[in-house]
């Protein structure tokens, strides 16, 4: 079993970035894809990127290529979200989650554990 914890949300202005961390506990992490996916107020949930376990592989959605970077720390048990020139609708709670296969996976239903998410504010 995993458990997930976000940090680093906040509010920033259009062309600004932020950082997003992923605290994961469970001795399976370093065997688990990560993903990070959002959710904006009446919109569903979104895939926004993902990193396969030994995290040599990335895959992102078109909205965020080139502008955020996923990564992660194995012997920290940690992944991260490096997230630069945000714009307004990039606004959501953003979530982190762990897949039950150690491949990348954009498909949420892939995704056995997810974390409670960090508000990320983008104002214009």
């Known amino acids: 079993q995993v458990q997930l914890v976000e940090s680093g949300g906040g509010l920033v202005q259009a062309g600004g970035s932020l950082r997003l961390s992923c605290a994961a506990s469970?001795?399976?992490?370093?065997?688990?894809?990560m993903g990070w996916f959002r959710q904006a107020p009446d919109k569903e949930r979104e895939f926004v990127a993902t990193?396969?376990?030994?995290?040599?592989?990335?895959y992102y959605a078109d909205s965020v290529k080139g502008r955020f970077t996923i990564s992660r720390d194995n012997a920290k048990n940690a992944v991260y979200l490096q997230m630069k020139s945000l714009k307004p609708e990039d606004t959501a709670i953003y979530h982190c989650?762990?897949?039950?296969?150690?491949?990348?996976?954009?498909?949420?239903?892939?995704?056995?554990?997810w974390g409670q998410g960090t508000q990320v504010t983008v104002s214009a």
């Open positions: 990193i396969n376990s030994n995290g040599r592989t990335t």
């Open positions: 469970g001795r399976t992490f370093s065997r688990c894809a």
């Open positions: 989650a762990a897949a039950r296969t150690s491949w990348m996976t954009a498909v949420t239903a892939e995704y056995d554990y």
